[in-house]
């Protein structure tokens, strides 16, 4: 789907995350995933459920894995430069200047003893350097255009509410004018009204500064309107990939497909009258201990369309057609 | 005692003392403490400041609000898990508060609830068949025996789930969904006849939520079960069907048939959720409106709560604090220029 | 919980010391009364570990004073963690008493302890029982406090309440539930609670507060310290000192790797 000469801005190639658990057993969260962000201006919805690993991916690319998890194999390249073996200063540079990213909980994470604009002072100071009274300005500069009237620049983290504290972070992210911007469900936990709010303040922000996005959520129904392409990941692999548009009108993997199926809105009943499916037992889908490597497609165990092939080869990730849709499934092999 | 009933009868929201509800709620209010300083009081949170409605025998009523409306504390206030400030909380014309020993242990075995976090609300202790037959065992007196097991064995599969598979397991072992089912199972196994269901579905994946809304609307069906729902979702609360409210800082300021508060709703807040929640089909991301993003404060103590988020107030908003009033047919809102209407 | 290496040591070092104690009469070559002629010998062949002034064998002293050791400072730990664990739980569990319980303990643990003790043994006549409630008195509220801390945030979980609606009764919730939930954090404090014991039981006996006539590692002390330091005699200090420093730091040992790993649990 890329198909340029010039390097990418993000390129993800085979990674591997796994989390050991107990008994000396490990987690495999991420399997051996590639990814491509091409360009400036590219911005990517990565939909998946919990499981899906979409958010161990966003921490990879971040480089800022911690224990018990960890990178086990695969690279991750920025602009070309390997980021998961560069020294702890580049990182520094790396994260916040060229990458940055937004947790879901990092509105709960404001240093309480800061106010608002002191969080964004603190990070251009730190990295750049800039002496205060400049960064101040700059601070209400970035308030103003998440929607914090200087007024309120002042405030601490205790008179803001859910939905402030979240600007507040996007303003840091948005701080040193990174290329790549990576927010892991960052409205979850906002209420709806606040939540759209946000989302188009994103939008607008993402617009401005032609940023590249990469938009993790569960919630696919919020990505119409906020990103151009989308992906899909089930148990640490993407399954399908493609423009939004397209995908959600024509989903071609049975996993998009039943997401799009079970999807839950207010304008439209879901297509299927899904009855009280009967939940697939455990041992037959769920657990836990699949390794990386296993040769078989892991969705197999509930799509409806499986087949002999589906339970003794591992599907790729590969082209459909002409056009960017990519999809790793039997049925188009 | 015949001036309360008058008083009640002419009550707003068309929640006189209804003959033959099951649930009755009467200006319950609840108010917390207010957490302020060494030197500053701060004043008290009114949770629910007022709240009436009734639920008939089978019926579905939704009470859909956004975190900090309230809603919550009225489902544990029927539960008795938090006390009402004042109001009368009424089960089967009799009064929740009142309940004790024996009667509160037949209250508990009429009045089951669907807890939120299918994880937290299970013991990570206990294997399935243990969390479904304890109430079986606590309110029921039932002792362990073949009739138990078949019990349960009939639970599990009215749920959806595999006994023989899941019944040895223990809570880490089972995805979301499974657990939300063996929730659903446990508040079953008493045999009810009212179900709470606090957002029953928010902490389950998308792609399980709809099954499950599905589930309990057959076991609804199939048993004659009285269902509250509690949820921050419209498209949830559509999916039950039924009567709805919606709550907006402790207040309820529109009533009616879900069907017609979610294609014709009154009040401009229902008028604002409905319009922020997302779409399959419509309604991507908008571009960026440069008023500041009003969010919820603290209510005025006269004049509409909604004021300052409102674009369609007018200088009565003020003044007048709104009413729950009929709109249109069985179709209530607390609004001085209400939508639709 | 018993994987690490220090608690491997730890119940290396208890079991040890246990043995001897169970086994002493055994073990010992010589009657820990039997006084010699041979006095204030160092270590050689006969006495291993040497002899005190009145000719006692210092090897078998040391392994007779295992005892009582072993079973005061277990007894006062058992008392001070039922009684600690009943306080914290109820404490945490019925919050209308709370302030009164956590006022009560916090008064005690301020308390100096040792200062306490010796003040009160020399008061009255000091007999072991007496020590023992002191013991208990002085080492409940560390106990009743973690315990209650983890009774307050497992009792918000959603499962207690869940329990509830499905008519569980309190007590049972309490003692079937919750009490479970925090053995693993009141055992470790309970075993540091022995370590503490030990010592402070061998403090008490090294001032003369116990009965010195008694045979226990304190009171060695007490009797070295008066003739063993300015004759030289080192292995009538070494003995019983190493003897108190090793066993309770294999109960140390054994708290501490019980405490990390009833934490990890925690995250679950």
Redesign the interface.
């Known amino acids: 789907m890329y198909t340029g000469t010039s390097t990418p801005l993000l390129r993800v190639s085979n990674l591997n995350v796994e989390y050991s658990v107990r008994n000396h057993h490990s987690i495999t969260a991420v399997d051996n995933l590639s990814l491509e962000i091409p360009s400036s201006g590219y911005t990517l919805g990565l939909v998946g459920?919990?499981g899906s690993g979409k958010s161990s991916l966003g921490m990879g690319i971040m480089n800022s894995i911690e224990p018990p998890g960890r990178i086990s194999s695969g690279s991750v390249e920025y602009n070309g430069q390997e980021i998961l073996k560069i020294p702890p200063e580049k990182l520094r540079a790396y994260r916040w200047e060229e990458v940055s990213m937004i947790y879901q909980s990092a509105m709960n994470s404001l240093n309480p003893v800061k106010t608002a604009a002191d969080h964004i002072v603190e990070v251009l100071v730190q990295h750049r350097k800039t002496p205060k009274p400049e960064a101040r300005k700059e601070a209400l500069k970035l308030l103003s255009q998440v929607?914090i009237?200087p007024e309120r620049a002042n405030n601490f983290q205790h008179q803001l509410?859910g939905?402030?504290r979240q600007r507040v972070v996007i303003a840091m992210a948005l701080a040193l004018s990174p290329k790549l911007l990576i927010a892991d469900e960052p409205t979850s936990a906002l209420?709806?009204?606040?939540?759209?709010?946000i989302?188009?303040?994103l939008?607008?922000n993402v617009r401005e500064r032609n940023l590249s996005l990469l938009f993790i959520t569960?919630?696919?129904?919020?990505l119409?309107?906020?990103v151009d392409h989308i992906a899909v990941m089930y148990k640490g692999a993407i399954v399908e990939r493609g423009p939004l548009q397209k995908v959600l009108d024509e989903p071609l993997h049975p996993y998009t497909e039943?997401?799009l199926d079970?999807?839950?809105?207010?304008?439209?009943d879901?297509k299927n009258n899904?009855?009280?499916?009967?939940?697939k037992?455990?041992?037959v889908?769920?657990s836990p201990r699949i390794e990386a490597g296993t040769n078989y497609c892991k969705y197999v165990g509930l799509c409806k369309y499986a087949f002999e092939r589906c339970k003794v080869e591992k599907p790729v990730l590969q082209k459909i057609g002409q056009g960017d849709r990519l999809v790793a499934c039997h049925k188009y092999a | 005692m015949s001036q309360i009933r008058i008083g009640l009868a002419e009550h707003a929201g068309g929640t006189v003392e209804q003959a033959g509800a099951i649930l009755q709620v009467e200006d319950l209010r609840v108010a917390f403490k207010g957490q302020g300083s060494l030197f500053k009081k701060a004043p008290d949170v009114k949770a629910v400041d007022g709240v009436t409605f009734h639920i008939n025998p089978s019926e579905v009523f939704s009470i859909v609000g956004e975190s900090g409306s309230g809603k919550t504390t009225i489902a544990r206030c029927i539960m008795g898990f938090a006390k009402p400030t004042s109001g009368i909380i009424k089960f089967d014309s009799a009064d929740v508060s009142k309940l004790s020993g024996g009667t509160l242990t037949e209250y508990r075995r009429d009045v089951q609830m669907i807890y939120q976090d299918p994880f937290g609300s299970l013991n990570p202790r206990e294997d399935v068949y243990t969390a479904i037959t304890n109430p079986i065992r606590a309110l029921r007196g039932e002792k362990e025996s073949l009739k138990l097991r078949e019990r349960v064995f009939e639970l599990l599969g009215e749920v959806g789930l595999d006994a023989p598979e899941v019944l040895d397991k223990l809570p880490h072992q089972l995805s979301g969904g499974e657990r939300q089912r063996v929730n659903i199972a446990r508040a079953l196994a008493p045999r009810p006849r009212v179900l709470i269901a606090d957002e029953p579905v928010t902490m389950v994946d998308a792609s399980q939520r709809l099954a499950i809304l599905s589930l309990i609307r057959d076991l609804k069906l199939r048993h004659k079960l009285t269902v509250l729902l509690i949820t921050h979702d419209l498209a949830t609360a559509k999916t039950m069907g039924g009567r709805m409210a919606v709550m907006y800082l402790g207040k309820f300021v529109e009533t009616g048939s879900t069907a017609s508060v979610l294609s014709k709703p009154h009040h401009p807040y229902s008028e604002l959720i409905l319009s922020a929640a997302p779409k399959r089909r419509s309604g991507e991301v908008p571009a960026y409106d440069e008023l500041e993003i009003s969010e919820q404060s603290e209510p005025p103590a006269v004049g509409c709560p909604f004021l300052p988020r409102c674009k369609y107030s007018t200088s009565v908003c003020k003044e007048v604090t709104p009413q729950l009033e009929e709109k249109s047919s069985s179709h209530y809102a607390a609004c001085h220029n209400p939508r639709n209407a | 919980m018993f994987r690490t290496k220090s608690a491997k040591l730890g119940s290396a070092i208890v079991i040890g010391f246990v043995v001897l104690a169970l086994f002493g009469p055994l073990v010992y070559p010589y009657s820990p009364t039997a006084t010699s002629r041979f006095h204030n010998q160092p270590p050689n062949y006969t006495h291993l570990l040497g002899t005190d002034n009145l000719g006692h064998d210092v090897l078998s002293q040391t392994i007779f004073g295992a005892r009582p050791s072993i079973a005061i400072g277990v007894g006062a730990a058992v008392g001070a963690a039922i009684i600690g664990m009943l306080v914290g739980v109820f404490a945490g569990y019925y919050e209308k008493l709370e302030s009164f319980f956590t006022g009560f303990a916090d008064t005690i643990m301020t308390l100096p302890a040792l200062p306490l003790l010796i003040l009160v043994g020399t008061v009255y006549i000091a007999n072991d029982v007496l020590i023992v409630g002191l013991l208990i008195l002085v080492l409940w509220p560390p106990i009743a406090r973690a315990s209650r801390s983890q009774i307050l945030s497992v009792k918000s979980l959603p499962y207690i309440e869940a329990a509830k609606a499905g008519g569980m009764k309190d007590r049972e919730i309490i003692f079937k539930i919750l009490v479970p939930e925090i053995a693993p954090i009141a055992i470790a404090y309970f075993v540091l609670a022995v370590a503490g014991a030990i010592v402070v039981v061998a403090g008490l006996d090294f001032l003369g507060v116990g009965n010195p006539n008694n045979i226990n590692w304190g009171s060695m002390l007490y009797w070295a310290q008066q003739f063993a330091f300015y004759l030289g005699d080192w292995w009538w200090i070494l003995a019983p000192g190493l003897a108190i420093t090793l066993l309770a730091t294999g109960f140390a040992l054994i708290g501490f790797s019980v405490e990390e790993a009833t934490n990890p649990r925690l995250r679950m």
Do not use: F, N, W
């Open positions: 459920e919990s929607g009237k509410s939905g402030m209420d709806v009204v606040v939540q759209r709010q989302l188009s303040l939008k607008k569960h919630e696919i129904a919020i119409r309107g906020l039943m997401l079970s999807l839950l809105t207010i304008d439209e879901p899904v009855a009280t499916s009967t939940e037992s455990a041992s889908r769920d």
